[in-house]
């Protein structure tokens, strides 16, 4: 499954990673890398919690990205 993550780095330097299709599904990391490998393991956790619980898993996003001249 493929989700769409937002990641961004806070003012103490920390990349803090999310997932918008999941609400609540957010990790962090010291570095990029260990921010993104943290937020996959929070979203297999995720998906294993709605399982358990016989909840609907959300869709993946398909995402695009378009360059726009100015």
Not at 6 to 25: K, M, R, T, Y
Not at 52 to 61: L, V
């Amino acid at each position: 499954m493929r989700y769409r993550i937002l990641l961004e780095q806070d003012e103490d330097g920390v990349f803090v990673a999310e997932c918008p299709s999941l609400p609540g599904c957010i990790s962090q990391g010291k570095t990029r890398k260990e921010a993104l490998e943290n937020i996959q393991d929070a979203i297999r956790g995720y998906i294993q919690s709605l399982k358990k619980h016989n909840e609907p898993i959300p869709p993946t996003i398909e995402e695009e990205i378009v360059e726009v001249a100015v």
